[in-house]
């Protein structure tokens, strides 16, 4: 039997409902889903979907909607800590051990600097 997953291309990452952000400048991201999905295996990202929950792919912010950054709940953790499934913790990673060198600046990286300015 043949099983489908849906694989969204591009996905924007919205601030959660009643978050508060750390950075007055920050926005929702950017993210090219499709070409992350191709590089790295579903589970890398979406840790909690195991073969029992196939065809399941949950937001991650179903989860991680806290504000702050000290609890694992915390939106801002989900994206930035140093772990492999982060994506700060992911491109760490792969600088470090020379597989590749992805921009590791905010807004290099994900975020687009805001208007008329540089983030604080
Ligand atoms: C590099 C990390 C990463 C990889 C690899 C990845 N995803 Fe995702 N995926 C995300 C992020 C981040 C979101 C957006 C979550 C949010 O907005 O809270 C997402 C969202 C989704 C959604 C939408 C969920 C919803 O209801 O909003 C689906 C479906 C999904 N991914 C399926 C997959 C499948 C299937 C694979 C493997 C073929 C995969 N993803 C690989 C990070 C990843
Ligand atoms: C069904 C709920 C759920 C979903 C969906 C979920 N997570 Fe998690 N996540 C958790 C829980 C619970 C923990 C704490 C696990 C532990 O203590 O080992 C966690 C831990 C983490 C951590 C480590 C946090 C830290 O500071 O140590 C990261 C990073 C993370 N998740 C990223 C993601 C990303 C990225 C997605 C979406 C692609 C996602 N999570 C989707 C529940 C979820």
Redesign the pocket.
């Known amino acids: 039997m043949a099983i489908g997953y849906e694989v969204p291309k591009d996905i924007l990452i919205k601030r959660p409902d009643k978050n508060t952000p750390l950075a007055a400048w920050v926005g929702p991201v950017n993210f090219p889903h499709g070409f992350h999905a191709v590089q790295n295996p579903c589970k890398s ?4 979907e195991l073969d029992r929950t196939l065809g399941q792919f ?3 912010t ?3 909607n806290q504000s702050g950054m000290d609890s ?3 939106f801002y ?3 930035h ?1 140093e ?1 492999t ?3 700060l ?1 992911c491109y760490k990673q792969k600088r470090y051990s020379g597989q590749a060198m992805p921009p590791l600046s905010c807004v290099a990286s994900c975020h687009k600097a805001p208007e008329g300015g540089k983030p604080q």
């Open positions: 990202c979406h840790h909690e949950l937001p991650c179903q989860c991680h694992k709940a915390d953790r989900a994206f800590n772990r499934m982060s994506c913790g």
